[in-house]
């Protein structure tokens, strides 16, 4: 029997082993969030090594492999350190290591607003409900779509968001068909974003303007001020 099953998970704190208390970081940084419904304000960015997939748009390969191992209270301390109420976990893919959805439940019980950027191919079923969760969906052109787990759309709150990466005007037309097909904008906030380089974000917006749903634009708020300079 795991420990997750044999506890309840207020009890994990005393009872996880030492590989689930600490995990690999590549980074941890202060900055302007720069997507979702947090965008703007000002946010601690925990980015977590390692990833299973290999998006073809990934702007954080430097996250596949590297960090350092640190444990969970050093990660606490660090973020306390910044002084800021909101607290990103980002990746890489965060849920590939065993010890996120501990840190994100120890984030939150410190009295952090918590978000978890997640590629929608793990299970989010032991996320604690108190995290905003945004979660892909992977469009044909990031070679990943087979990775989508679609029983994950079932266990996302309402307060939830997903967040499509368009790289073309054929991605846009599968997208548009997967919103329809869940209910998806009458469920979650469902945001479309730009691949830079790959649809302009005139294209786009017009596109999403075109469908008459009601799924939102964005752009990557950090790339516009600072470009793809890591740790920005």
Known sequence: MTVESAHPPEALESVAPKSVRSLRITEIFRSLQGESDHIGWPTVFVRLTGCPLRCVYCDTAYAFTGGERMEREAILSRVAELKTRHVCVTGGEPLAQP???ELLRALVDAGHVVSLETSGALDIAR?????????DLKTPSSGEVERNRWA?????????EIKVVIGSRADFDWAVARVREHDLANRFAVLFSPVFGGVTPTELADWVLETG??????MQLHKLIWGDEPGR
């Open 99 to 101: 010890g996120c959805v």
């Open 127 to 135: 996320v604690d409900p108190r995290v905003h969760i945004v979660m």
């Open 152 to 160: 994950n759309l079932d266990l996302l709150k309402p307060q939830d």
């Open 213 to 218: 749903l009601e799924i939102r634009f964005q």
